[in-house]
């Protein structure tokens, strides 16, 4: 059940007022309990921000995949992005990389504390990511080879081959305090970040305050209650006047409210089908669900329904305007082939149905081929609206062409049963090209995730995605993974192999209380892990 409206903002700031105050002091620093908390009010301090979104995070543990994709806020990361997604230091002074791009030597700053009062030292690195490495879960250190304190202010990382994605995923694991992590860490956790954890409960709000001894700039906001609400609810509580920033769908991103703005904040989540390229043989993926279908098996199918999409059709009157075409998993990103563009053109898809023998011969308006109709069904989470428009309106005019995409919407249970037999209107989107690199790569085809259902499968994808993993500069690998999408003859893009056909790219639609700034948002990644606020020491009130 999700947070309902109507919400008790008295009782929010109460929540926070008390629970700020009964937080441990901070030995490194000067504050004094209270001090900048004492301004909060009922009536919506200054210092005080309430947020509604949608998805509650698992966990706020770093080394189980708490901000992953995003800034974890409450932890410190050694090295952070930058709003052009960029890097630069954070916890890290500085470091290097060897000649063979194999060791990772960061120097620590040494005025970083955890809230209790202790330093962050090296140790507390390598316990971070020798712990994020043994649990195997959202983030993936499995290149890494052991991480050790070479002094208080030292730490080094060997890796058992070259990855170019390293500080990708660095930017994304907290540090976490190696004397005080237990299980109830991810509920209840303690970092160096710009916020402190106050409270959390379940499926209702999350509470933050600011870090008064944080070694960077200290936040304006200096409270933070993170509320969850469906997207109805959201805009209830938007026109009640009792959140100051909500997330909405773009369905609702055209709703005048008196008091708020919305923000369409440019992101990398994006919307498509999972085609599977494999024949319907009988078989089954580890799980037992089948595998296979005679339809999309076919590379013309699936490239006639990629260019018989009007990419910026279905943005607008689907979306609002509140998105853009889609064109990769990585639109927008730096190692993105601007080659993956594709023109729509529903004579050039009739054509390549026609060239490869799939005719309409019953006169029903679906082609055929050897007996089988070019018809399939496409799955959706039941409960997802824009899924269900965005693929709706992409059927509509695939069936133009004479393709009939059968559009249903079900459970994840269900679709984690037959996505590697359907089509599945999927999203993905991160700043780490990692996400490229499990999108495809062979080994991970028809596994009980949902990286590859399609089961894309090919030895020259593979080669470019070892190549850029493994490449010791930044421009290295961007061309490696530029090959994945295009190499000229093949790809996996929609001219090539188009195991996936690209719709949409989302703006995450968020209103916003007329005199709140919410700085300068980098580019969102899929709306799991709450890329809202990854740069809410930036945000502030207006004077």
Same mark, same amino acid.
């Given at each position: 059940m999700k947070y309902r409206h109507p919400l008790n903002r008295k009782k929010i700031t109460a929540a926070l007022l008390t629970s700020s105050l009964c937080l441990p002091l901070a030995a490194c620093g000067s504050h004094?309990?209270?001090?900048?908390?004492?301004?909060?009010?009922?009536?919506?301090?200054?210092?005080?921000?309430?947020?509604?979104?949608?998805?509650?995070? /698992? @966990?706020?543990?770093?080394? &189980? #995949?708490?901000?992953?994709?995003?800034?974890?806020?409450?932890?410190?990361?050694?090295?952070?992005?930058?709003?052009?997604?960029?890097?630069?230091?954070?916890?890290?002074?500085?470091?290097?990389?060897?000649?063979?791009?194999?060791?990772?030597?960061?120097?620590?700053?040494?005025?970083?504390?955890?809230?209790?009062?202790?330093?962050?030292?090296?140790?507390?690195?390598?316990?971070?990511? /020798? @712990?994020?490495?043994?649990? &195997? #879960?959202?983030?993936?250190?499995?290149y890494m080879e052991k991480a050790e304190a070479v002094d208080e202010g030292t730490v080094k990382i060997t890796l058992t081959r070259p990855t170019s994605i390293f500080l990708n995923t660095l930017a994304s694991i907290g540090i976490v305090p190696a004397h005080a992590y237990g299980e109830d860490y991810g509920r209840n956790p303690m970092g160096s970040g710009p916020y402190k954890f106050v409270e959390w409960a379940p499926q209702e709000q999350i509470l933050f305050t600011a870090n008064e001894d944080y070694y960077g700039k200290a936040p304006a906001i200096k409270n933070v209650a993170v509320v969850f609400m469906s997207e109805d609810a959201a805009l209830a509580a938007v026109q009640a006047g009792e959140v100051d920033a909500a997330y909405t769908s773009a369905t609702l991103g055209n709703t005048e409210v008196p008091g708020y703005h919305v923000e369409a904040i440019p992101s990398a989540d994006n919307r498509g089908f999972t085609l599977p390229v494999l024949p319907d043989e009988g078989k089954t993926a580890p799980s037992g669900a089948p595998v296979g279908n005679n339809v999309t098996c076919h590379r013309e199918i699936r490239q006639a329904i990629a260019y018989a999409i009007d990419r910026e059709l279905v943005a607008d009157r689907v979306l609002n305007g509140f998105g853009r075409p889609a064109y990769s998993e990585n639109d927008g990103m730096p190692w993105n082939n601007p080659e993956v563009v594709i023109e729509t053109d529903a004579e050039y898809a009739k054509k390549l149905l026609a060239d490869a023998g799939w005719a309409d011969t019953d006169g029903d308006g679906i082609v055929e081929k050897d007996g089988i109709k070019a018809e399939f069904s496409c799955l959706y989470p039941a409960e997802d609206s824009v899924r269900q428009a965005v693929a709706m309106a992409a059927a509509e005019q695939v069936r133009e062409i004479g393709i009939q995409i059968h559009v249903e919407g079900t459970s994840w249970d269900d679709i984690t049963r037959h996505m590697f037999s359907e089509a599945v209107m999927m999203g993905w989107g991160s700043a780490n090209p990692n996400e490229t690199y499990y999108?495809?790569?062979?080994?991970?085809?028809?596994?009980?995730?949902?990286?590859?259902?399609?089961?894309?499968?090919?030895?020259?994808?593979?080669?470019?995605?070892?190549?850029?993993?493994?490449?010791?500069?930044?421009?290295?690998?961007?061309?490696?993974?530029?090959k994945v999408q295009w190499d000229g003859t093949t790809g996996t893009s929609m001219e090539g192999e188009c195991p996936w056909v690209w719709i949409v790219n989302l703006d995450h639609v968020t209103f916003v209380r007329d005199g709140l700034s919410i700085g300068e948002q980098p580019i969102h990644g899929h709306g799991h892990g709450l890329p809202l606020i990854q740069n809410l020491e930036e945000w502030s009130w207006a004077e």
């Open positions: 004094k309990a209270g001090a900048a908390d004492a301004s909060l009010s009922p009536e919506g301090p200054r210092d005080s921000v309430i947020i509604a979104i949608g998805s509650e995070p /698992e @966990t706020l543990d770093p080394t &189980q #995949g708490w901000g992953h994709g995003n800034a974890p806020i409450v932890q410190s990361t050694l090295v952070k992005y930058t709003a052009d997604l960029s890097f630069e230091n954070d916890l890290a002074a500085s470091y290097s990389l060897s000649e063979d791009g194999l060791t990772w030597t960061f120097t620590l700053r040494d005025d970083a504390c955890f809230t209790d009062g202790k330093k962050v030292t090296a140790s507390d690195v390598a316990f971070t990511l /020798e @712990t994020a490495k043994d649990a &195997q #879960g959202a983030v993936d250190l499995t999108l495809y790569r062979s080994e991970g085809a028809l596994l009980d995730d949902f990286y590859n259902p399609e089961g894309y499968q090919s030895q020259v994808t593979d080669g470019y995605l070892d190549a850029a993993m493994e490449a010791l500069t930044v421009e290295e690998a961007n061309v490696n993974w530029q």
